[in-house]
């Protein structure tokens, strides 16, 4: 069962950067592609990027230019590099599988954009 710990949120500015991590350990965790989700106030839990096992890349439209997923396989580490932050990106971000089955879902790391 693969575990899912979620780091590197917090409170900025708008336009300013933050960088996130998420570290997965046991089970099968390379050859999935992995996701970012965000979850705003009192809405559902949305994919904002997907990275694939061999580093492909896709992006809600909302955040394309602005965010880059990466994944280090060697550490079983996954990233989301942040910039030009808005007051929209504020949510709870977690990191999961792409598609079914999904690892449980940790307690996510809290972004705020507010000036």
């Known amino acids: 069962q693969v575990q ?7 409170l900025v500015q708008p336009g300013e950067s ?4 998420c570290a997965a350990s046991g089970g099968t965790f390379s050859v999935r592609t ?7 106030p009192g809405k559902q ?4 990027a ?21 994944r280090d396989g060697a550490k079983n580490t996954v990233f989301l590099q ?7 990106d504020t949510g709870v971000y977690y990191c ?6 999904f690892a449980s879902w940790g307690q996510g790391t809290q972004v705020t954009i507010s000036s």
């Open 4 to 10: 899912l710990v979620e780091s590197g949120g917090g």
């Open 18 to 21: 933050l960088r996130l991590s």
């Open 34 to 40: 992995m996701g970012w989700y965000r979850q705003a």
């Open 45 to 48: 839990r949305e994919l904002v």
């Open 50 to 70: 997907e990275v694939s096992s061999g580093g492909s890349t896709n992006y809600k439209e909302s955040v394309k230019g602005r965010f880059t997923i990466s």
């Open 82 to 88: 942040m910039n030009s932050l808005k007051p929209e």
């Open 96 to 101: 999961n599988f792409r598609v079914p089955p």
